[in-house]
């Protein structure tokens, strides 16, 4: 078995978003065992006219590659009700992303990493920053915290009540 990589995911969902949130963490806890959870934030849909956004991001540590794990979350999407030919920007069921795989970078099994949206997202960044907010982004080289702290953008988000397994993710206690 190969070295475990800490692998940092983004989740969200527009349609029925407190279950499928749920959904895809009872699928990535049993998958991998314990996750570190940021808050769930609310966003304005962006880059289309919908239903606001839950997010979040997960930690875990994967022992599975960039591909495998891919097909994985492409998977629990479509057991949630993703279509997986539907726009970019459009509603969704349940989107997971793969920000970050240890310290790669560039196309890995047809995979950006880092994925581009910690910079340009505050739904992404700020989430990331407040579980990793020491980690440094593989190729700015800053930290997350820092990343966000220097942030400049009209997203707005705010933290939401979630909780998940009868306990309280957020607010954070």
Do not use: C
């Amino acid at each position: 078995m190969s070295d475990r990589v800490p692998v940092y995911i983004s989740i969200g969902s527009n349609i029925d978003r407190e279950h499928n949130i749920a959904q895809a963490l009872d699928a990535l806890a049993a998958e991998f065992g314990t996750l570190d959870i940021s808050s769930v934030y609310e966003s304005e849909a962006v880059g289309f006219d919908g239903e606001p956004f839950l997010n979040l991001v997960v930690a875990i540590r994967a022992d599975r590659s960039v591909a495998e794990l891919s097909r994985l979350f492409k998977a629990i999407e479509a057991a949630n009700g993703r279509h997986l030919h539907a726009p970019k920007f459009s509603p969704r069921t349940l989107d997971i992303d793969i920000l970050t795989y240890g310290e790669q970078s560039g196309v890995v099994d047809g995979v950006e990493l880092p994925r581009a949206e910690i910079l340009k997202n505050a739904f992404v960044l700020l989430p990331l920053a407040e579980i990793a907010p020491d980690q440094k982004h593989p190729v700015v080289g800053q930290s997350y915290g820092g990343l966000w702290q220097q942030y400049q953008s009209d997203q707005k988000l705010w933290v939401v009540p979630f909780s998940w397994r009868g306990g309280v993710i957020s607010p954070r206690p």
